[in-house]
Nanobody, 127 residues
Framework: QEPLVESGGGLVQPGGSLRLSCAAS????????AAWFRQAPGKERTGVSC????????YYADSVKGRFTISRDNAKRLVYLQIDNLKPEDTAVYYC????????????????????WGQGTQVTVSS
């Protein structure tokens, strides 16, 4: 399992935007799928978005549809999560994950399906 590195978190006012980045030094983001999870204090880690490397198929949790956009830059080995119209309930640690065997679908995301993880980046939405 290759470690991933997230960046881009911070303190933002409601309605603001952030772009999170996930980087891999090796090939962890080249195959399978990459996903973003988040974990708020006292809550379980939940999947919010996923993108497949083979065809770019994506998945979004209902709670973030229309506000989150996942994308990838294969040449730079980066995966992004653009977050717009941030809400206080988006406050959480956001984790990047990848797995070479995963394919994104509408079935949702399970942390157990991903073998590589980052250390997380904090997103705080507050006025």
């Amino acid at each position: 399992q290759e470690p991933l590195v997230e960046s881009g978190g911070g303190l933002v006012q409601p309605g603001g935007s952030l772009r999170l980045s996930c980087a891999a030094s090796g090939g962890a983001l080249e195959y399978g799928a990459a996903a973003w999870f988040r974990q708020a204090p006292g809550k379980e880690r939940t999947g919010v978005s996923c993108i497949s490397s083979s065809d770019g198929s994506t998945y979004y949790a209902d709670s973030v549809k229309g506000r989150f956009t996942i994308s990838r830059d294969n040449a730079k080995r980066l995966v992004y999560l653009q977050i717009d119209n941030l809400k206080p309930e988006d406050t959480a640690v956001y984790y990047c994950a990848s797995d070479p065997m995963y394919y994104c679908s509408e079935d949702g995301l399970s942390a157990a399906d991903f073998r590589s993880w980052g250390q997380g980046t904090q997103v705080t939405v507050s006025s």
